[in-house]
């Protein structure tokens, strides 16, 4: 190892730089940032930069971690790239996981090598954005051996990748794939106007001819030309004892990459568009849309500008009028939602932080999406919003209620863990942005302390900008195509000299339930039927509702701090006519929509927003109703009163559910979800007889077209009536309370709110739905599933594998299924990484499907439709080989890791988990099983015993087959 020149390496362990730094004038702060590269303000960061400029950082940690976060980055992304190189950066990003100097094979389905280190597939990844590409490994604490191998994978991207012929080939199909399955097609038109208005962004509507056609040698050239030490940083998240050690071992492994002595041209894009003239650009949307219930709308995007922001990013006062802006925004964006806060609005209009939120350079992004003829109307009110800001300020409350939000979110994560390192050694690396000691206490004084006059006086520049660049996208053959440039800005002009008065905030309910209401609700009394073997208290009110009260401290993890709720009812739409099918799975959300009791939707959101209150929600399945809910501890009682009203006061109007059904329309043109997937999985259950609703995050819901579809069938009258019908008879509820909480004060509201739920006795519905036969032929069948109403450039293949069962299955069996999944789930990964099919969105799943007592196991892969037939023979073909028992070793040794993972004793105690096992215990009857046992049992499982399950799974007579978008 050769002797580190300290001067030459540059390393820097600040202590004392934050005091002199404070007191900088702005002239040496500007001095300061020219070489804050070299810089950290912060005692506990060791920060270094090799002789060949590969930069490093290492933070400790002090409590307790259970990965050691290895991330490398490299200061090439999408921005890097010209016309020509369209998405290379994610290219070599994907290239880095197929084979390398001393991973020939690849690293991401080196199971054996996995299984040496103790970790998974899920401790890699990478990601590519604008301006960086960033490598993960997250190795097991205390393991040198893993932190070494990452550190040479690290080594390998730099300089040592394969690029052979065969994996660019291969990565062509799966980059198309990841591009559909990511929604990439819906996104054409905002990726076009965004490329016309910033610099260095590209049009995507080109992305399926440049993939095809690209030259292997210019992938190649780019990863020559971006890949070099100067532009690369390795950083280490951890508990580390002897972090120097660490130092040292980073010099070693890295040092020995050559110097590049050739210049690189860096752009600035964000330079070069804040220098710029305005940008105004229109174009004609190449979407296919639903025009026969969404006539043509106009979306305008605009964007002002904020280079101070990004000028100012090197000082903490930059600092401060950075989170000032984005509290900013967050006001802005508020006023819209009021201002859009009604039925039915012609307007839709929401403000964003263009750099935090799209990776664009510093300023807001306003977007409005306006109906035909009213464009004119809707911008001048939208801008007048702005107006009112600037004349005004913001007010108190509004300023109040911002702080606690940030302040909310910024004591849950204190002390900070490794994310908020990660990401702020990344912001620095990649931005220069100041990293400071305790910037989270920093900024807490400073939210705490600021007023509103000083707040006003510092947001006051912002909002003293007009939008100077504008982008228009107008559905063919819309009069808004021919729209000019001045009549645009003209529009926007005329809003800010338009008199305005003070913003006043709206209306908010004290309580959805008046005193009175309140106060006439006696505590009912209730049957203690004793305590369960796990600590749960079951009880019965006067009115025959059950009630399970779960108090215990959930591990560390989502809803530690909150009350979860969730209400089982075992009559869903099945109990009723089948023509009503859909207003009864759609009553919930309807209703949800419309509000309860005085109050419509829009002032229910009003009172929640004060609370920590969330995700409440009834909702009628095909065998089961309920309703969940999510509060702090606090506000229990709160969300106690709107669980009252939705089972008493129901709202329903013809307004509000023309807005439900706009708003489904909507989402169905915009998922949140994979449409494509979802419309094939809602196939596959329904060939196979399984009506039940998909089970989501604790409520039954269906997506997808056959959701969209299930519209003109949807009457809100006749789901009312089945609404009421299920909910009016509290005595089939049971509630299923979990959280740290204390039993004695929960009891009373228990007895308050769920003791006087209603029994309305009314006369079960006449002509109910017919009994569905729910067992299948035998296999083995073939489906081919009709092409969707859209259009899709891929296809969907499952192989599935169907084997009912007891009701009282063995739960040992159910975990032999899980590990027979997992197992078939690695091998199907071999498919892409080391055979080269073109897969992205695949995997193998299985489960016990509880509603239709039945085992299920699905190989699901969404691929190029040349290469299906190929696909389909070796999914079979690992099939037989599972069966036959001629698999490694280390594929078990991995799927059972992963098996006790998930079982393992401070998983099961996440909240979350917990709800889902009372969840399973009081609606299945399923085995309440210690920890401890699963483990133990998991622990004696061999590979023998899950080939024998393969076997009694992996049946002719329970395969069935299905595919989308191409034929057998």
């Known amino acids: 190892m050769p002797d580190i020149n300290m001067d030459v390496l540059k390393k820097i362990i600040l202590i004392t730089f934050i005091g002199v730094f404070s007191f900088c004038s702005t002239s040496a702060q500007s001095e300061i940032r020219d070489t804050l590269h070299s810089k950290i303000q912060d005692g506990e960061i060791i920060f270094g930069k090799l002789p060949n400029g590969l930069s490093y950082y290492i933070k400790p940690l002090s409590t307790p971690q259970d990965k050691m976060h290895l991330l490398f980055y490299v200061k090439a992304g999408f921005n890097h790239e010209e016309t020509h190189q369209m998405d290379f950066s994610h290219a070599i990003e994907h290239l880095a996981f197929d084979g390398s100097l001393h991973f020939p094979k690849g690293i991401s389905n080196n199971v054996e090598l996995m299984n040496m280190l103790k970790m998974n597939d899920r401790d890699l990844g990478g990601t590519t954005g604008f301006d960086m590409t960033r490598f993960i490994f997250n190795a097991p604490p205390d393991n040198p051996e893993a932190v070494r191998v990452g550190l040479q994978w690290f080594k390998d991207i730099a300089n040592n990748l394969k690029l052979s012929d065969k994996d660019i080939a291969k990565e062509r199909g799966i980059l198309r794939q990841e591009f559909i399955y990511s929604k990439g097609e819906s996104l054409i038109d905002k990726y076009k106007m965004i490329s016309s208005l910033f610099p260095c962004k590209k049009d995507y509507s080109y992305f399926f001819d440049h993939n095809k056609n690209f030259s292997q040698d210019s992938l190649r050239s780019f990863y ?5 030490p100067d532009l690369m940083a390795v950083v280490i998240v951890g508990n580390l004892e002897e972090p120097e050690a660490m130092e040292r071992q980073i010099e070693q492994v890295f040092a020995s990459l050559p110097l590049n002595p050739k210049k690189i041209n860096v752009r ?8 710029r003239p305005p940008q105004f650009v229109i174009e004609s949307s190449q979407r296919r849309s639903l025009k026969a219930e969404t006539p043509g709308k106009v979306t305008f995007d605009f964007f002002i500008r904020q280079p101070s922001l990004q000028e100012e990013i090197y000082s903490k006062e930059g600092m401060t009028n950075l989170l000032a802006f984005q509290l900013l925004v967050q006001i802005i964006d508020g006023r819209f939602k009021e201002l859009t806060r009604k039925y039915n ?7 964003i932080d263009a750099n935090k939120n799209l990776s664009l350079p510093q300023g807001i992004k306003i977007s409005i999406t306006t109906e035909k003829n009213k464009e004119m109307r809707d911008l001048k009110e939208t801008f007048e919003v702005l107006h009112q800001l600037e004349k005004f300020g913001v007010s108190q409350q509004e300023l109040n209620n911002v702080k606690r939000e940030w302040l909310e979110i910024a004591q849950s994560g204190n002390p900070p863990g490794p994310k908020y390192w990660m990401d702020e050694i990344g912001k620095h690396f990649i931005k220069n942005e100041i990293l400071i000691p ?23 520049p912002f909002l003293a900008k007009r939008p100077e660049d504008i982008g228009v996208i107008v559905p063919q053959g819309h009069t808004a195509l021919q729209y000019k440039e001045s009549k645009v800005r003209g529009w926007i002009q005329k809003a800010f000299e338009q008199r305005v008065i003070p913003y006043y905030m709206p209306q908010v309910p004290v309580a959805l339930m008046d005193s009175l209401q309140r106060n006439n609700l006696p505590k009912k009394a209730y049957l203690d039927k004793g305590k369960t073997k796990f600590g749960a208290s079951e009880l019965v009110l006067e009115n025959g509702v059950k009630v399970i009260l779960m108090p215990f401290e959930p591990a560390a993890g989502i809803y530690k701090d909150k009350v979860l709720i969730n209400a ?37 959101e009003r009172f929640l927003a004060a609370t920590e209150i969330n995700n409440v929600r009834p909702f009628i399945g095909y065998k089961e109703s309920g309703i969940n809910g999510i509060s702090g501890v606090e506000d229990l009682e709160k969300m106690m009163g709107l669980i009252y009203l939705y089972f008493t006061e129901p709202r329903i109007n013809r307004k509000a559910f023309k807005d439900w059904k706009t708003n489904q329309i909507k989402q169905y043109e915009n998922p949140s979800y994979n449409l494509i997937t979802t419309d094939f999985r809602n196939a596959i259950k329904d060939l196979t007889k399984d009506n039940y609703l998909p089970l989501v995050l604790g409520d039954r819901q269906l997506n997808g077209t056959k959701a969209y579809k299930g519209l003109r069938h949807t009457d809100a009258k006749n789901g009312l009536s089945i609404y009421k019908h299920i909910f009016g008879n509290a005595r089939d509820f049971t509630f299923i309370i979990s959280g740290d909480f204390n039993l004695k004060s929960v009891l009373p509201i228990v007895q308050k709110y769920l003791g006087n739920l209603p029994n309305t006795q009314l006369a079960t519905v006449a002509n109910r739905a017919k009994p569905v036969e729910t067992v299948l032929p035998p296999g083995p069948a073939t489906h081919q599933i009709a092409k969707p109403i859209y259009d899709m450039k891929g296809s969907n293949y499952a192989l599935t594998y169907i084997k009912p069962t007891a009701r009282n299955e063995d739960w040992k069996n159910h975990l032999k299924v899980e590990i027979l999944a997992t197992l078939s789930n690695l091998l199907v990964q071999s498919l892409r990484y080391e055979k080269g099919y073109s897969l992205y969105n695949f995997g193998v799943y ?18 190029e439709p040349h290469e299906l037939e190929q696909i389909r023979e070796e999914c079979k073909k690992i099939v037989e080989n599972i069966k036959n028992g001629e698999i490694r070793q280390e594929f078990f040794d991995q799927a059972l890791k992963k098996a006790l993972h998930s079982n393992s004793t401070k998983l099961l105690r996440n909240h979350r988990n917990m709800k889902k096992r009372l969840y399973e215990f009081y609606r299945y009857n399923e085995s309440w099983l210690d920890p401890v046992e699963i483990e133990n049992y998991l622990k004696s499982l061999r590979m023998a015993d899950i080939i024998k399950s393969s076997r ?10 299905f595919v989308m978008g191409s034929n057998f």
């Open 345 to 351: 609005p012609s307007i839709e209009a929401n403000a």
């Open 224 to 228: 020559n030309q971006w890949y070099r």
């Open 952 to 961: 009694e799974i992996y049946k002719e007579d329970y395969q069935y087959e």
């Open 568 to 604: 089982i009812n075992l009559k869903g739409a099945s109990a009723y006519p089948a023509k009503d099918f859909f207003s009864a799975i759609n009553a919930g959300s309807i209703i949800q929509n419309a509000g309860v009791g005085q109050y419509d939707k829009f002032m229910v």
């Open 438 to 460: 305790d910037k989270q206490s920093f900024l807490t004084k400073w939210v705490e302390g600021i007023s509103l006059e000083d707040y006003n006086s510092i947001i006051l």
């Open 846 to 863: 299985g489960k016990f499907n509880k509603d239709m007592q039945r085992v299920e196991i699905i190989f699901e892969l969404q691929g």
């Open 268 to 275: 600035n894009c964000d330079s070069i568009f804040f220098n």
